[in-house]
């Protein structure tokens, strides 16, 4: 009777152990992200009274991401509503790969997804600018089924903490020494900024180490849109790239090498491996989903943190991703889809007797997976006197001989020296290349079989030069 007594205790000591752990862990948990809202608030006094020592043994104390419930389970009609608002802003100004390139032209830089007014709904803000002197963000609340813009605010060298359980949210600027601490919130259904610290940094000092950082939601596509980025590591995103009108899981797999330098390259579509490539160097890549006629494709760049290196449209057929267009080795600083079009704006530096010439080539859609191609690129600009994007005549300075065509079969003319020319068209093999000169007596083809070398043979223009 006894023994069975001792038993019982065991047993029920044993339960009572592990009902305490598991409560206690799940405290710790829950306490964690809890106290983030009460340790960022201890920040921002400690900065106000100028006690940034104490800020820091606070920031220290918090979680180094933001863990937000309501960005972890956003419902499916409010990221509806923030997908289509970001796809307009998209749309209207692209991403730094894709927008139309000038040195005032702005691009969005990312989007964060956060509970600005602490009402428990996502809200979002979304950055973009040109440059650190001109970006700012626009934050929007979710209201009456609609992404309602509330305010603007400057956001230079800047990153955004979550303010969890309270209105608002935290930025931090730093740039030169220089750092300021910001509370953005909403009051009366518009954005407040009111600063809280703003200080100069001592030799041995450093920025505060903030925590609760907002992740750059077009890092990782999470509302799915059709933003070009670039990634090192695996990646995975949902898109109809199989034009079944519904969300295909793809899976991004660079692999072999080290951080750096990855060899090769793999998609799975829904589990399945649908395409690889063969052994190469990179360090970084570039997708984007394209619609062509009702149809969707995928564009992959190899190197797309320059945007130099192999590109392909990959059409989904037989179960595997085809190369519908093989665009070769090249630095595509913009693709887009006009009507039945994709047009693709390339940054070539090596042409004989140009240099750095930006033109475009473009792919005509005869079916899912077809494309026809001219051959002639139009050429957009190039440089000349260290001036990019001159668009203007040339001057020979040694005589040019032009053919009728780009092969270079038919003599056609002679273009003395000091003639004035503009360059119009380009067409290029692994083996030569030709440029398309026009002028008010002469429209011809220059053929060079110099490409990829060096030498006075290709200076052919004044004020042109490294050219190769």
């Known amino acids: ?41 201890m920040v921002l006094k400690s900065i106000k009274a100028g006690k940034y020592g104490e800020a820091e043994a606070y920031c220290q104390k918090m979680s180094r991401r933001a863990d937000e419930k309501c ?27 894709t927008h139309d390139y000038s ?10 997804l956060t509970d600005i007014d602490n009402d428990g709904n996502a809200d979002f803000l979304i950055e973009y600018g040109s440059c ?25 060298h800047s990153n955004f903490c979550a303010y969890e359980g309270h209105n608002g949210i935290v930025r931090q600027q730093g740039h030169m020494g220089e750092e300021t601490t910001k509370l953005i919130s909403v009051e009366n259904g518009q954005l407040k900024v009111e600063k809280y610290g703003d200080r100069s940094l001592g030799d041995n000092e450093n920025y505060l180490s903030m925590g609760c950082f907002l992740e750059n939601c077009l890092d990782n ?15 995975t995103t949902y898109w109809d790239i199989t034009n079944n009108n519904k969300d295909d899981k793809i899976e991004f797999l660079p692999s072999g090498g080290d951080y750096q330098i990855k060899t090769g390259f793999g998609i799975k579509i829904n589990g399945e491996k649908a395409f690889t490539t063969k052994k190469q160097s990179y360090v970084s890549y570039t997708v984007r989903k394209l619609s062509i006629k009702g149809k969707n494709y995928l564009y992959l760049c190899l190197n797309g943190d320059s945007n130099s290196g192999p590109a392909y449209l990959l059409a989904f057929k037989n ?25 693709a704006k390339v940054i070539c530096g090596d042409i004989p007797g140009l240099g750095a010439v930006r033109y475009q080539s473009v792919y005509n859609c005869t079916g899912y997976g077809s494309f026809s191609h001219k051959p002639e690129n139009k050429i957009l600009s190039y440089t000349h006197n260290n001036k990019w994007d001159y668009k203007g005549n040339l001057v020979t300075q040694k005589a040019i001989t032009i053919y009728s065509d780009y092969n270079g079969k038919s003599f056609k003319d002679t273009i003395p020296k000091g003639s004035k020319v503009k360059a119009v068209e380009c067409y290029m093999t692994k083996r030569f290349c030709a440029v398309h000169l026009k002028g008010k007596k002469y429209n011809g083809w220059y053929v060079s079989t110099d490409y990829d070398s060096s030498g006075d043979v290709d200076m052919l223009f004044k004020g042109v030069y490294g050219v190769g």
């Open 1 to 41: 009777m006894e023994t069975r007594k001792v038993k019982r205790f065991v047993v029920a000591s044993g339960v009572i152990i592990i009902l305490m752990t598991v409560f206690m862990l799940s405290y710790m948990a829950v306490g964690a992200a809890g106290n983030d809202g009460h340790n960022m608030e």
């Open 71 to 97: 960005v972890k389970e956003i419902p499916a009609n409010i990221k509806k509503v923030f997908k289509n608002t970001v796809e307009e802003y998209l749309k209207k100004y692209g991403t730094f790969y």
């Open 319 to 343: 179960k595997k991703m085809v190369k519908a267009i093989d665009m070769g080795v090249s630095n595509i600083e913009n693709i887009k889809v006009k009507e039945n079009r994709v047009i």
């Open 221 to 235: 596509d999470v509302l799915g849109t059709e933003a070009s980025e670039w990634y090192k590591e695996k990646h």
């Open 132 to 156: 650190e002197a001109d970006v700012v963000t626009d934050a929007f609340l979710y209201r009456n089924s609609k992404a309602e813009k509330v305010g603007t605010f400057v956001s230079d």
């Open 103 to 112: 040195e005032a032209a702005k691009y969005v830089w990312g989007y964060f």
